[in-house]
């Protein structure tokens, strides 16, 4: 048996290799520089100051305010109250509105035809309290009239449309009154759903929005 003659295997030359290395190399380096870009940036050395507002609004008694409290109303009664409410000094407020709660609800508060009714009116300048009525030193404006406080139980009312510059202060005067009402007491008995010998405790509560947005270059 004659014997198959062995075959040569040629092995890579080395050079050959080193040079498609350097190739593959310089084609990843080509290719990643097709993405770099130039770049530039710009910004102010020193800091803007950026600040929010706040909107508040605080209340003051002015002489007998809320403070006081109201005792043995009759129909036909009325008492006055009086307090300041100032609207803070960062953004101007509008709408202001008033609400009342009672923490123990009773017919003074919840019944539209027998309980408490409010009016509110306010004076261009200061309120003076006295013995009745009191005295506005400006112009008075009634801002509600004759409200039922069934009404402000359920929802703030709406007292002063328009806005509240920052820094103001509105001057109220709050009259409270029973309306008249025809009950008779027999016997040292009060009649069913009787508007005598109730009391309730009130919590009187202004609100408002903010200013309306603005746009401004300034």
Known sequence: MSESP???VRRP???L?????VGAAGLAITGGGVFAALNATASNTTAQNATSGILSLTMANNGTGFSQAVSNLAPGDVVNRYVNLTQGADLDGKDLTLAVADSTPTLLTTSAAKGLHVTVTQCSGAWTPGTGAGSCSGTATPLLTNTTLS???????????GANAAGS???LQI???LPDQAET???GAAPAGTIQGLSSS?????GETQRTATTTGS
């Open 13 to 15: 030359n080395p050079r």
């Open 169 to 171: 202060t509105v001057n």
């Open 17 to 21: 290799l080193a040079a498609f290395a």
């Open 151 to 161: 009404a402000l139980s359920t929802a703030p009312v709406s007292v002063k449309a």
């Open 185 to 187: 007491t027999v016997n």
């Open 202 to 206: 009130l919590t009187w509560t202004f």
């Open 6 to 8: 062995a075959r040569s």
């Open 175 to 177: 009259s409270l009154s």
